[in-house]
């Protein structure tokens, strides 16, 4: 966070003004309001000449220096971004902006385990890998800088995504701090890609990417009013991200609005040789034209629903199901056709990674999948799983370190390799799939199931089934919940539909009020 001050001084008063520029000349008084700016009216502000990438950058960086130490969203600041945002100025004065698409000049925060070959670090909120040297951007920071994305620094995120340890809090990272809900502070922000989540929320950036193994990018967006695109598994770029299992992890934008989150996968889809296998795969799910065709109001109309109460919507309070039941009314209303009260077959063992086979795959895949990573580094203080294990307990007199343990590691260091319990496990989690979610939706023929916030993520998680999440309601103490639509590998374009046609119906995200400590 060592940004010189001065960047600050330059917010002046016109810079004010700019933002405040009356939208579409003399036929129009909308405002332009940077705060809850979508790319596009990013763009658009950009080619008025209203605002430059500068400017942008300029105004968050002054917000992530007010609001950080509160929220604890952002580990690291780009040191390089100012002038990646003046090139993007440059190149737009020349006319060469065009070409890049929607994301250039617009600053992107990547969550703490996306490695950036400059001189952020990529940690997973570890002090461990604190020096460590990449060998390269990882395959989605790479297609992110081709479409003129400015990097704008790294994002908190529960340690290890989660891996280190079961007593460690959402959100926590050692590096980090504790990141923290901004609608409410207390609640805490739900699961890894916490800081992502977090910093669009509260306005610190205009987009963000997080990672999700099981749950990762739909809770966090759900808990922060946001929208995240947990990706089909391979239709993004692995290779470079610090892994869990590369049986369920994937990338995706974690954004303010469906079409900012379709922008950005639009831009971070696609084959790269580094993760071929599972990307030359997904590579034959991208349609032609790509995804912002699927922004489409009457996304909806004539789309089968599954609705998911039994183990799903009936978990939750009677408020949050007589909110669900007004947002069935409204699909209903734009065309949607709604299956209700559906189940998946075996559910209790899908949701329970101790008997799905999840866990036991899970613990083997990590233990592998990370030395192989850390093993590709240039320069690391830690070379293996037991590395960090042995630098966690040297360093166990660091703050929380010793309380919140890492039991998940040494359970996963006692691992070798993938034996027969594991490929009984991974046989297993193939099976529930395809007898649970993928035959109810072939019999029911349906488009997408819904279900609230996370909670159907397992669902999705060891089926490599792609979910987005949109912002569906508050609750009485003010945290939000999202509503998620997941369906079969390869199904964003109509999940794409559904989403921006509900969130267009509703817009239910309003940015939290963070005013008194701004
Ligand atoms: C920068 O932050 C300060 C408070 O920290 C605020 O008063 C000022 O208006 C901000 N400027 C911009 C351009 O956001
Ligand atoms: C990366 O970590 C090193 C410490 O090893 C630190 O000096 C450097 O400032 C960090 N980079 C950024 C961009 O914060
Ligand atoms: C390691 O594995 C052995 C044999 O499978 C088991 O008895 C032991 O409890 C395991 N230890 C941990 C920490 O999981």
């Not at 910093?199 to 997080?210: E, I």
């Not at 030359?280 to 109001?297: A, C, D, T, V």
């Not at 360093?395 to 359970?411: A, C, I, M, P």
Request: net charge positive.
């Amino acid at each position: 966070m060592a940004l010189p001050s001065f960047f600050f001084l330059l917010l002046s008063s016109t810079l004010l003004l700019a933002l405040l520029a009356v939208v579409g000349g003399t036929t129009s008084h909308a405002t332009f309001n940077i705060d809850e700016a979508t790319i596009d009216d990013i763009q658009q502000s950009f080619r008025r000449g209203d605002l430059t990438s500068r400017a942008l950058l300029e105004h968050y960086l002054n917000r992530t220096r007010a609001l950080n130490p509160l929220l604890r969203a952002v580990i690291e600041l780009n040191p390089d971004a100012l002038r990646q945002a003046d090139r993007a100025d440059r190149e737009r004065r020349r006319g060469d902006g065009k070409r890049r698409g929607g994301l250039h000049g617009i600053p992107v925060l990547l969550k703490d385990n996306i490695a950036t070959g400059d001189r952020l670090n990529t940690t997973a909120g570890s002090f461990a890998l604190l020096g460590s040297l990449v060998p390269r951007d990882s395959g989605v920071a790479r297609k992110l800088r081709r479409a003129g994305a400015v990097i704008f620094g790294k994002a908190s995120m529960s340690e290890w995504a989660h891996c280190r340890s079961w007593h460690i809090p959402s959100g926590w990272s050692a590096r980090g701090g504790q990141g923290r809900n901004p609608y409410v502070l207390s609640a805490g922000p739900c699961d890894s890609s916490s800081g992502s989540a977090i910093a669009v929320a509260a306005n610190m950036v205009s987009v963000s990417l997080g990672t999700e193994t099981a749950g990762s990018i739909i809770c966090p967006s759900a808990r922060n009013s946001v929208v995240g695109i947990k990706p089909t598994v391979g239709l993004t770029s692995r290779a470079g991200v610090i892994p869990v299992t590369p049986r369920q992890d994937t990338i995706g934008p974690i954004c303010r609005t469906v079409s900012d989150a379709v922008q950005v996968l639009e831009a971070i889809v696609g084959f790269d040789e580094r993760d071929a296998e599972a990307t030359r795969e997904g590579s034959r799910y991208i349609p032609l034209g790509g995804y912002r065709q699927f922004l489409k109001k009457d996304g909806l109309k004539g789309k089968r629903l599954g609705v998911l109460r039994k183990v799903f919507l009936d978990s939750y309070d009677e408020s949050i199901q007589k909110t669900f039941e007004e947002h069935f009314d409204t699909m209903r209303q734009r065309g949607g056709i709604l299956i209700d009260d559906l189940e998946i077959a075996n559910v209790e063992s899908i949701i329970d990674p101790t008997r799905s086979g999840e866990f036991v795959a899970t613990a083997a895949e990590f233990k592998m999948s990370l030395n192989a990573y850390l093993s590709e580094l240039i320069e690391s203080p830690v070379r293996s799983l037991l590395d960090v294990i042995l630098f966690n307990d040297k360093h166990s007199n660091q703050e929380r370190t010793k309380e919140f343990g890492q039991d998940f590691f040494l359970v996963a260091q006692n691992r070798s390799g993938l034996g027969a319990a594991e490929r009984a496990a991974i046989a297993n989690m193939g099976r529930l799939s395809t007898e649970g979610l993928e035959r109810l939706m072939k019999e029911k023929q349906l488009d997408a199931v819904v279900t609230p916030d996370a909670i159907g993520s397992r669902v999705l998680a060891i089926g490599g089934y792609p979910g987005i999440s949109v912002p569906a309601g508050y609750r009485r103490d003010g945290v939000p919940f999202g509503i998620c639509f997941g369906g079969l590998k390869g199904s964003e374009p109509k999940l794409i539909e559904m989403a921006y046609a509900f969130e267009q119906a509703t817009k239910l995200r309003t940015p939290p009020a963070l005013k008194e400590h701004l």
